[in-house]
């Protein structure tokens, strides 16, 4: 038989142990539609960065 102290008795005890399969499948569904919507972002933040880095040292060669 094993004797828990004062302190520890007194403690509800939680039986969260973490995500179940719903939360996480609704965690990556919805991570999956902001990277989905971010993605042309990006890839035209991208594009207007080369030109503007190519511009520059078109510039500075001159």
Request: some cysteine; charged content about 10%; glycine content about 4%.
């Amino acid at each position: 038989m094993f004797f828990y102290p004062a302190s520890m008795a007194k403690q509800p005890r939680c039986n969260c142990h973490g995500f179940n399969l719903i939360e996480l499948m609704v965690t990556l569904s919805v991570a999956t539609i902001l990277l989905t919507m971010g993605a042309p972002s990006l890839r035209t933040a991208i594009e207007n960065s080369r030109i503007a880095t190519q511009t520059n040292e078109l510039l500075a060669s001159i």
